[in-house]
């Protein structure tokens, strides 16, 4: 099998990062069994399986993964067939995917953990375990082990794609299967062999290869007596429980909340009796996968299984783990109980200083003991599980799709004028900060700003979407705001209006009423800017791969949008990138792309500029031109000066710092006889970086090295830009993926050739975007010191509303 590095995702616009594989055995997930004969002549089972092992300690997070199947024989022209996975496989536990049924009779699988459609053949074939959910391509053995998504490969029967040789004794009534410890060679025929199909699911229902019913793999309990060992006990004073990877018999608790849908489901218990110790939890969550609990809320019981540290997103995820019991029996001893009660969270109540500092040398504070008084991390995970509750919060992080919505627990922390909680420096991660969800399927639905009134109460769960969160059984009713879309201010007509915007993936496989919104945008919220430089335009056909790139119907629809709003006939300039060699939505080819009014500013046209070719400054001699009639033809200025090689161009776009990523645009406009140059960018995405949550403190920002190269080569091509003419006027501008205290920043500006504008505001309006329920910046417009007293705005229309035509805010400077 592959062994993977795993990317890690947070923050800004995401992108999933490559993978490094390694021929190395897993020592986690796994294709534990595979059969192909469901339905066959002969056959027990009228489905085909694939069943997934875990031999790892800790859950095994599947969100993102699918399971692929290649015909035993592939030709030129085959294809990987998909099913999606969701959920987690258990530690030490299996799960169990349904795949096509057969023409004959036989018995149902278990409940599967999930299902699809591939009809699999009984002798030969192989099938993959991918981080991914894109049909492979790779066809022969040597490409398929080498390629960076692949987690684990099986090739049965006569299959050429197989790692070693491929395993042997699959059948109508055979499959080809793992032993119990799930051990991995790396070589097919020595990890499988021929047996009886034993289907086992996430919550250990299943047969056992001799057949019959093997409900559990955990003993029932024989008694109504508790056992020795209570829920502190087994969450103990640490991240990390004492007895994970244990069995544990007959731990009482009351039932507290359900989680009933999806594949990770099951019940939190809470023990009414306490100790002493702030630092040990009295909860935990009981996972029974794609079973629904059986149990319900005021239930006193006693529960067994097996205890297992769950790591949301993966272990390489960086992410703190959740101590659950698994593959769980449970006992109800009585029904209707009071619950325990609810710890209300004040301003007071969680520490100001967020994470304790790690002693290990790779950052890992998981050993530390919990200091729950000290660090808000620490006192977070002391009542992990645990019901708490919070009364009259403020909404800093709008609700989303799902119904999450970002609270403050301390309304006066680092506010912004608007109601949000300002991130203004790696220092002050904002502690008060809480993410509300509902168990119950009940959803809130406000804007930064809103008041979440009376109470809120649930059980406090931990995510890789966000971290700590309070799972409500309880939801507080909204109270807007009062929360209205800013307007900037309209260019007087001496002044050049330049603005940023990411458009969020635009293309024309987006509903029209998306291009209207943000049409709208422009033309009422920017004021109809003279320059709109934009991010994320896909090409013609979205996010279909099919090799297009081009763009023009994306943007001429989108032009035609704004005209229709009532605003200028903007025309467009970009340069199409190569396929799949600019990062984004795979398939999407995104770019960026100036947008200007021609009835207002002229562009130069020089020619030469393609995905490849660099732009450089040159000197350009008088040409007689007349001034103040613009230059769109590449006709001179009338005077000599600087110019661009070709316009539109990019910036060294074979570097390395602009690997699957955005390259700058750069582009040589005129506004009453005045030469401006505009650069426009879309650094590469925090994807990858740890979050604020981490198990590791402080975070490590892996993704800011490739911006800081990107950084390094915009400052380098300004300051050549300006040793030529030391008065050019020069807009760079765009997402930048980070934030204005950042390395990346720093290194943009060096040598004061550029100011970002963000720093000129009042540090409590410093954002344009909201992530986490941190008001934070990500876009910039930075200017040239030749650019006198620009006026600068950031338009708040998007990042604090739950109802967002983008998840950025865009930006407007106005020079005169």
Same mark, same amino acid.
């Given at each position: 099998?592959?062994?993977?590095?795993?990317?890690?995702?947070?923050?800004?616009?995401?992108? &999933?990062?490559?993978?490094?594989?390694?021929?190395?055995?897993?020592?986690?997930?796994?294709?534990?069994?595979?059969?192909?004969?469901?339905?066959?002549?002969?056959?027990?089972?009228?489905?085909?399986?694939?069943?997934?092992?875990?031999?790892?300690?800790?859950?095994?997070?599947?969100?993102?993964?699918?399971?692929?199947?290649?015909?035993?024989?592939?030709?030129?022209?085959?294809?990987?067939?998909?099913?999606?996975?969701?959920?987690?496989?258990?530690?030490?536990?299996?799960?169990?995917?349904?795949? &096509?049924?057969?023409?004959?009779?036989?018995?149902?699988?278990?409940?599967?953990?999930?299902?699809?459609?591939?009809?699999?053949?009984?002798?030969?074939?192989?099938?993959?375990?991918?981080?991914?959910?894109?049909?492979?391509?790779?066809?022969?053995?040597?490409?398929?082990?080498?390629?960076?998504?692949?987690?684990?490969?099986?090739?049965?029967?006569?299959?050429?794609?197989?790692?070693?040789?491929?395993?042997?004794?699959?059948?109508?009534?055979?499959?080809?299967?793992?032993?119990?410890?799930?051990?991995?060679?790396?070589?097919?025929?020595?990890?499988?062999?021929?047996?009886?199909?034993?289907?086992?699911?996430?919550?250990?229902?299943?047969?056992?290869?001799?057949?019959?019913?093997?409900?559990?793999?955990?003993?029932?309990?024989?008694?109504?007596?508790?056992?020795?060992?209570?829920?502190?006990?087994?969450?103990?004073?640490?991240?990390?429980?004492?007895?994970?990877?244990?069995?544990?018999?007959?731990?009482?608790?009351?039932?507290?909340?359900?989680?009933?849908?999806?594949?990770?489901?099951?019940?939190?218990?809470?023990?009414?009796?306490?100790?002493?110790?702030?630092?040990?939890?009295? &909860?935990?969550?009981?996972?029974?996968?794609?079973?629904?609990?059986?149990?319900?809320?005021?239930?006193?019981?006693?529960?067994?299984?097996?205890?297992?540290?769950?790591?949301?997103?993966?272990?390489?995820?960086?992410?703190?783990?959740?101590?659950?019991?698994?593959?769980?029996?449970?006992?109800?001893?009585?029904?209707?109980?009071?619950?325990?009660?609810?710890?209300?969270?004040?301003?007071?109540?969680?520490?100001?200083?967020?994470?304790?500092?790690?002693?290990?040398?790779?950052?890992?504070?998981?050993?530390?003991?919990?200091?729950?008084?000290?660090?808000?991390?620490?006192?977070?995970?002391?009542?992990?599980?645990?019901?708490?509750?919070?009364?009259?919060?403020?909404?800093?992080?709008?609700?989303?799709?799902?119904?999450?919505?970002?609270?403050?627990?301390?309304?006066?922390?680092?506010?912004?004028?608007?109601?949000?909680?300002?991130?203004?420096?790696?220092?002050?991660?904002?502690?008060?900060?809480?993410?509300?969800?509902?168990?119950?399927?009940?959803?809130?639905?406000?804007?930064?700003?809103?008041?979440?009134?009376?109470?809120?109460?649930?059980?406090?769960?931990?995510?890789?979407?966000?971290?700590?969160?309070?799972?409500?059984?309880?939801?507080?009713?909204?109270?807007?705001?009062?929360?209205?879309?800013?307007?900037?201010?309209?260019?007087?007509?001496?002044?050049?209006?330049?603005?940023?915007?990411?458009?969020?993936?635009?293309?024309?496989?987006?509903?029209?009423?998306?291009?209207?919104?943000?049409?709208?945008?422009?033309?009422?919220?920017?004021?109809?800017?003279?320059?709109?430089?934009?991010?994320?335009?896909?090409?013609?056909?979205?996010?279909?791969?099919?090799?297009?790139?081009?763009?023009?119907?994306?943007?001429?629809?989108?032009?035609? &949008?704004?005209?229709?709003?009532?605003?200028?006939?903007?025309?467009?300039?970009?340069?199409?990138?190569?396929?799949?060699?600019?990062?984004?939505?795979?398939?999407?080819?995104?770019?960026?792309?100036?947008?200007?009014?021609?009835?207002?500013?002229?562009?130069?046209?020089?020619?030469?500029?393609?995905?490849?070719?660099?732009?450089?400054?040159?000197?350009?001699?008088?040409?007689?031109?007349?001034?103040?009639?613009?230059?769109?033809?590449?006709?001179?200025?009338?005077?000599?000066?600087?110019?661009?090689?070709?316009?539109?161009?990019?910036?060294?776009?074979?570097?390395?710092?602009?690997?699957?990523?955005?390259?700058?645009?750069?582009?040589?406009?005129?506004?009453?006889?005045?030469?401006?140059?505009?650069?426009?960018?879309?650094?590469?995405?925090?994807?990858?970086?740890?979050?604020?949550?981490?198990?590791?403190?402080?975070?490590?920002?892996?993704?800011?090295?490739?911006?800081?190269?990107?950084?390094?080569?915009?400052?380098?091509?300004?300051?050549?830009?300006?040793?030529?003419?030391?008065?050019?006027?020069?807009?760079?501008?765009?997402?930048? #993926?980070?934030?204005?205290?950042?390395?990346?920043?720093?290194?943009?500006?060096?040598?004061?050739?550029?100011?970002?504008?963000?720093?000129?505001?009042?540090?409590?309006?410093?954002?344009?975007?909201?992530?986490?329920? #941190?008001?934070?910046?990500?876009?910039?417009?930075?200017?040239?010191?030749?650019?006198?007293?620009?006026?600068?705005?950031?338009?708040?229309?998007?990042?604090?509303?739950?109802?967002?035509?983008?998840?950025?805010?865009?930006?407007?400077?106005?020079?005169?």
């Amino acid at each position: 099998m592959v062994a993977l590095a795993l990317p890690v995702g947070i923050a800004g616009s995401l992108v &999933a990062l490559p993978f490094t594989a390694q021929a190395t055995p897993s020592p986690d997930a796994v294709i534990a069994e595979v059969f192909g004969g469901g339905g066959n002549s002969g056959a027990t089972l009228a489905n085909d399986f694939i069943k997934l092992g875990n031999a790892g300690g800790g859950a095994f997070d599947l969100s993102g993964w699918s399971v692929q199947y290649l015909s035993g024989s592939p030709s030129a022209s085959s294809k990987w067939q998909v099913t999606e996975l969701s959920g987690a496989i258990p530690a030490g536990g299996t799960y169990l995917i349904e795949e &096509a049924k057969g023409a004959g009779a036989g018995e149902a699988l278990p409940t599967p953990d999930a299902v699809g459609t591939i009809p699999m053949s009984a002798s030969s074939g192989t099938v993959a375990l991918v981080h991914s959910t894109t049909p492979l391509t790779c066809l022969t053995a040597e490409s398929c082990t080498s390629d960076a998504s692949v987690k684990d490969l099986v090739g049965f029967g006569t299959a050429t794609v197989r790692e070693g040789s491929p395993a042997t004794g699959a059948g109508n009534t055979t499959s080809v299967s793992r032993n119990a410890a799930f051990a991995d060679t790396d070589d097919n025929s020595v990890d499988f062999s021929g047996a009886t199909p034993s289907p086992r699911n996430s919550a250990g229902e299943g047969t056992t290869p001799g057949g019959g019913s093997d409900p559990s793999p955990t003993p029932s309990p024989t008694s109504t007596t508790p056992g020795k060992l209570r829920i502190h006990d087994i969450q103990g004073n640490t991240r990390i429980s004492p007895y994970a990877g244990s069995t544990v018999t007959d731990v009482p608790g009351i039932v507290t909340a359900l989680r009933v849908t999806g594949t990770s489901r099951g019940y939190w218990v809470q023990d009414p009796k306490p100790d002493k110790d702030p630092a040990t939890s009295e &909860a935990v969550f009981v996972f029974t996968g794609s079973t629904t609990p059986q149990v319900k809320v005021g239930d006193s019981v006693l529960v067994s299984g097996k205890v297992s540290e769950y790591y949301p997103g993966g272990a390489a995820s960086g992410n703190q783990s959740v101590t659950e019991i698994t593959g769980p029996t449970a006992t109800v001893l009585s029904s209707g109980n009071a619950l325990p009660a609810a710890e209300v969270i004040d301003a007071k109540t969680i520490p100001d200083t967020y994470a304790p500092k790690a002693t290990a040398k790779d950052g890992n504070i998981e050993s530390l003991a919990l200091k729950p008084t000290k660090y808000a991390l620490d006192w977070l995970e002391s009542r992990e599980g645990m019901r708490v509750q919070v009364v009259n919060t403020r909404v800093v992080g709008a609700s989303n799709a799902y119904g999450e919505t970002w609270i403050t627990t301390k309304p006066k922390e680092n506010a912004t004028p608007r109601g949000g909680t300002l991130y203004g420096s790696y220092a002050q991660p904002n502690s008060g900060r809480l993410l509300v969800a509902s168990v119950t399927g009940e959803k809130a639905d406000a804007n930064v700003g809103d008041t979440l009134t009376g109470a809120t109460t649930g059980v406090l769960d931990y995510s890789n979407y966000g971290g700590y969160g309070l799972q409500a059984t309880q939801l507080g009713k909204v109270k807007s705001g009062g929360l209205k879309p800013e307007v900037a201010k309209k260019a007087k007509s001496d002044e050049l209006a330049v603005a940023t915007y990411n458009v969020e993936n635009l293309a024309p496989t987006n509903p029209q009423s998306k291009f209207d919104r943000l049409a709208t945008g422009v033309v009422k919220n920017l004021s109809a800017p003279d320059i709109v430089s934009l991010e994320e335009i896909q090409d013609n056909n979205g996010n279909k791969d099919d090799g297009t790139v081009a763009a023009d119907k994306t943007l001429q629809q989108f032009t035609d &949008a704004i005209k229709a709003a009532g605003g200028p006939a903007y025309e467009w300039r970009s340069i199409d990138p190569e396929d799949k060699k600019d990062g984004g939505e795979p398939g999407g080819n995104i770019r960026n792309v100036f947008l200007f009014n021609p009835k207002r500013v002229s562009f130069v046209d020089r020619p030469g500029g393609d995905a490849t070719t660099a732009t450089k400054v040159v000197q350009a001699p008088a040409t007689g031109g007349k001034p103040g009639k613009g230059n769109e033809k590449g006709k001179g200025n009338g005077k000599g000066g600087i110019t661009l090689s070709n316009s539109p161009g990019r910036i060294n776009p074979t570097s390395s710092a602009w690997l699957n990523s955005r390259k700058p645009l750069v582009g040589e406009f005129t506004f009453q006889g005045q030469q401006v140059f505009v650069i426009g960018n879309h650094f590469n995405s925090k994807g990858g970086d740890q979050s604020l949550h981490s198990r590791f403190q402080p975070p490590v920002l892996s993704s800011e090295t490739q911006r800081l190269a990107q950084a390094k080569e915009v400052n380098s091509f300004v300051t050549g830009l300006l040793k030529q003419d030391a008065k050019a006027k020069v807009v760079v501008l765009g997402d930048l #993926n980070d934030y204005q205290f950042s390395k990346p920043l720093a290194a943009l500006t060096q040598g004061k050739v550029l100011t970002d504008l963000i720093n000129t505001l009042p540090k409590n309006e410093r954002y344009s975007y909201v992530y986490d329920g #941190n008001s934070q910046t990500l876009d910039h417009i930075l200017v040239s010191p030749a650019v006198k007293k620009p006026a600068y705005e950031v338009v708040h229309i998007n990042a604090e509303f739950a109802d967002q035509a983008s998840d950025h805010d865009p930006q407007v400077v106005r020079i005169r």
